[in-house]
């Protein structure tokens, strides 16, 4: 494969204007495509060979749940078996991938990046049927996929470059990075492709071989990618894909000696889980694993007294309301300081009515269906729980899963702080609304909480911004706009506390978690020469050696 010597600097995936009608004709020439290869059947991936299996789990259309999106040979039947075959196929093509130059991996990601963005109407509208994504939340997600790959494409060959260390009289010192050897990839379903997408290829850039077990909510999506993967020529045993309707393969994947690190994108409860199991050596490993993980929020707005009402407004009921709140970054609490919150929420309420509710396979849906029974239960209860605890429902609150898994946009006015609809996370359309009595005990209500992920403040006093700074506790802290949307490269994602180990994805430090640093040090010139005459002391007098 040749290699791309030159590049430009990485720059973001423009998102698609679909008030153009080119555009919005191409999306839905994309939706009806889609719909004609809906329900078809689909294997593992183990060394490239596909394996077909008697027993096999559907997933489903969230907004229209009697659709079946794909059927999946179901690994589970025969989860020991298949999962230790794959560990085997990624160990094998482990021994040569990892001496593949680093110009050369990365090309895979851009090759792979353009074929996305050829057809990117194509993976949104996959987004839109398996997730319940609306054409402008699937394009943000399509955008972002590209853009990780092209960044971490990047990224890898900057790593590959000399690096910089402090340079000493008659020695050649060089810091190098090299891959850990095999990985489990166990993506989300509410970014099936951008997240899925960005978490493998920046293992496998690095050197690293992988199995992939997407989410058995979002398999087709992965499966679509994995065609992407062979259509660019990835070596076969790189990416292997072991697709499970249930726990077993991610507990085999997990427990294996033979894995070298765990990245994991999802819920708290599953993450804790994931870090204590591989914190446990087993016979035969011959390393500690790394695990990358992200996992929950419970994200705060706050709304200053001093803030723009209306920017405000829009961000509030963007954060909250984008893809039905299934956001890790979603606002689930606005903190609103009492002496502007009457004013503020007449705003809020009346954007959120302005939402319309439908397909995602339709221009103007601005919300659609929850991912699956479970997550619209979870909601209910949520919405019920919060107002036994004292909230007041001002809007929405009811749900309908006759067709789809629909819930209204929620909004429970006079929350108590510390209770269970402001602790607990969600994932749903519901926002939690807290009157604060200053800005001190906004960012004092804000912080206590056990996640860490995002938070954003709207304030035009600088000396508060300036506070928030220093006090408010999330990896990603956002200043006057929403606590959504971060882009790659300008804003590299992870959170504190229980909200995951702060990878920084799309960030510069992402692909570190990959690799181990190797230093390698040789004598050189007239010192090595001089030294190789000198009879050897019995040890080293330096103070400082190691």
Not at 109 to 115: E, G, P, T
Request: hydrophobic share 40%.
């Amino acid at each position: 494969m040749q290699t791309q010597r030159t590049l430009d600097e990485f720059k973001n995936e423009p998102f698609t204007d679909y008030s153009k009608p080119e555009n919005a004709d191409a999306i839905r020439e994309a939706i009806e495509q889609v719909r004609s290869e809906l329900g078809r059947d689909y294997p593992i991936i183990i060394n490239g060979e596909q394996i077909a299996l008697d027993k096999k789990f559907e997933s489903f259309n969230p907004s229209e749940k009697s659709q079946i999106v794909g059927r999946f040979a179901d690994a589970d039947a025969d989860a020991e078996n298949l999962v230790e075959k794959a560990i085997e196929a990624a160990t094998e093509a482990f021994k040569t991938w990892r001496n593949v130059k680093a110009e050369e991996r990365a090309e895979y990601l851009f090759k792979a990046a353009q074929i996305i963005r050829e057809r990117k109407h194509f993976f949104s509208a996959w987004l839109a049927f398996e997730v319940g994504k609306t054409w402008a939340e699937a394009d943000g997600e399509t955008a972002e996929a590209i853009d990780f790959l092209e960044f971490y494409g990047r990224e890898m060959i900057r790593y590959a470059q000399r690096q910089p260390i402090t340079k000493i009289e008659g020695e050649d010192n060089r810091l190098e990075y090299v891959p850990l050897g095999v990985g489990a990839i166990i993506p989300p379903w509410n970014f099936p492709l951008a997240i899925m997408a960005g978490m493998t290829l920046a293992a496998v850039v690095c050197g690293n071989t992988t199995v992939l077990k997407p989410s058995p909510d979002a398999p087709t999506i992965a499966y679509k990618f994995m065609e992407v993967l062979e259509e660019v020529g990835l070596p076969k045993g790189v990416v292997n894909f072991v697709a499970g309707s249930g726990t077993k393969v991610g507990e085999l994947l997990v427990q294996s000696p033979k894995i070298r690190f765990i990245s994991f994108t999802g819920s708290k409860a599953v993450g804790l889980h994931i870090y204590e199991e591989a914190a446990k050596t087993r016979e035969g490993q011959r390393w500690m694993k790394r695990v990358v993980a992200e996992m929950g929020g419970k994200d705060a707005i706050i709304v200053d007294a001093e803030a723009d009402l209306d920017s405000a407004a829009t961000g509030v009921v963007q954060a909250a309301f984008g893809f039905q709140g299934q956001k890790c970054s979603a606002c689930s609490r606005l903190i609103v300081d009492e002496s502007v919150h009457e004013a503020l929420m007449e705003k809020v309420v009346a954007l959120t009515k302005e939402l319309k509710i439908g397909s995602p396979t339709e221009a103007e849906t601005n919300m659609t269906a929850v991912i699956n029974q479970k997550s619209f239960d979870n909601a209910i209860k949520a919405i019920t729980k919060g107002q036994e605890e004292g909230g007041k429902l001002i809007v929405g609150g009811i749900g309908d899963s006759s067709k789809g898994f629909y819930i209204e946009p929620t909004i429970i006015d006079e929350v108590a702080a510390k209770s269970t609809i402001e602790q607990e996370e969600i994932f749903a359309p519901v926002l939690a609304v807290i009157k604060a009595k200053d800005f001190d005990h906004a960012l004092e209500i804000a912080n206590d909480t056990q996640y860490g992920l995002t938070g954003a403040v709207y304030s035009a006093n600088e000396e508060k911004l300036e506070k928030a700074r220093n006090e408010f506790q999330v990896g990603n802290l956002y200043f006057n706009r929403k606590c959504t949307g971060a882009l790659v490269g300008a804003h590299p994602f992870g959170g504190f506390n229980m909200s995951g180990t702060d990878s920084k994805a799309g960030g510069r430090e992402y692909l570190l978690q990959f690799m181990q640093g190797k230093l390698v040090s040789e004598k050189i010139g007239a010192v090595a020469k001089s030294e190789s005459k000198e009879v050897l002391n019995a040890g080293d007098t330096s103070a400082k050696a190691f």
